[in-house]
């Protein structure tokens, strides 16, 4: 499982993307990447879905990417 938390994300490949800006959010859903919507009150609109895991800490965050990790595995 590869991480990437950065201003360029569509330059990385990444298994999954942190992020808390809608817009960067839409950019990322549209491309077919999985993102972990770090919450914030300015992307309240952005809902879970497939693509879309809403985290509310680090530590969620974590366990999120260990889910992931784990659907991955399987």
């Keep these: ?8 994300k569509w330059m990385v490949a990444s298994d ?5 800006s809608p817009h ?4 990322l859903v549209e491309n077919g990447k999985r993102v972990i919507v770090f919450d914030q009150p300015w ?9 879309i895991v809403r985290a509310h800490g680090w530590a969620e965050v ?7 990790e784990l659907m991955d595995a399987s």
């Design 1 to 8: 499982l590869s991480l990437s938390i950065r201003a360029d």
């Design 24 to 27: 960067m959010i839409d950019s």
């Design 43 to 51: 992307n309240q609109d952005i809902k879970e879905s497939s693509q």
């Design 62 to 68: 974590l366990a999120a990417v260990d889910a992931i």
């Design 16 to 20: 999954v993307y942190i992020d808390d």
